[in-house]
C-alpha cells in the first residue's frame, strides 16, 4: 500500500468511496473534491496499481489545522488505513506550521469517534445539527 497526495487522476473514485461512506445528503459533491484536491492537503491510501482505498483532506491555516474529511472504503476498514491516513495527514499539516487539530465526527458514529481517540484526539464539545436536524456533531481536538 501506497500513502500519497491526491491527484486529479483520483477524483473518480474519491467521490465512488464517499458516495459508499455518506448517503447523498451529506456527501460533498464531484467538484468540492476536485477544489479540495487541488488546494487543500488530500492524501490518499492505494494499492499499487493506484486502485483508492481510502482518503483524507485538511487544511493548515496558521497554528490551527482542521480535517475534512477521512473515508476509507467499507471492504478495508479495520486494518489501521484510517489512522495512518490521520497520522499522514497531521505531518503535513504540522509542516505548515499548525500546532492543534480540530474535526467533528458525527455523534452517531462510534466507530469514527473510536478512530479519532485512538489517534489521540479529545471531545471538546457537541455541535448540535452539524449534518442536517437531529445530526450532530462531536468536536475533536488534537494537539501537536
Excluded: W
Excluded at 464517499?18 to 445528503?25: A, H, I, N, R, V
Excluded at 456527501?27 to 496499481?49: D, H
Amino acid at each position: 500500500m501506497n500513502i500519497r497526495r491526491a491527484e486529479p487522476g483520483d477524483l473518480a473514485q474519491i467521490v465512488q468511496i464517499e458516495g459508499l461512506c455518506f448517503p447523498d445528503e451529506a456527501a460533498f459533491p464531484p467538484r468540492m473534491f476536485a477544489y479540495l484536491i487541488r488546494y487543500a492537503v488530500s492524501i490518499v491510501a492505494c494499492q499499487p496499481e493506484k486502485k483508492v482505498l481510502g482518503f483524507v483532506m485538511g487544511y493548515a491555516s496558521g497554528k490551527a489545522g482542521a480535517v475534512y474529511t477521512l473515508d476509507v472504503h467499507p471492504d478495508y476498514r479495520r486494518i489501521g488505513l484510517g489512522l495512518k491516513l490521520i497520522f499522514a495527514l497531521e505531518t503535513q499539516l504540522d509542516l505548515l506550521g499548525a500546532e492543534t487539530i480540530r474535526l467533528e465526527a458525527a455523534a452517531e458514529n462510534p466507530e469514527a469517534i473510536a478512530l479519532y481517540k485512538k489517534a489521540g484526539y479529545q471531545e471538546r464539545e457537541l455541535v448540535r445539527n452539524y449534518y442536517g436536524r437531529g445530526k450532530h456533531a462531536l468536536r475533536m481536538y488534537k494537539s501537536l
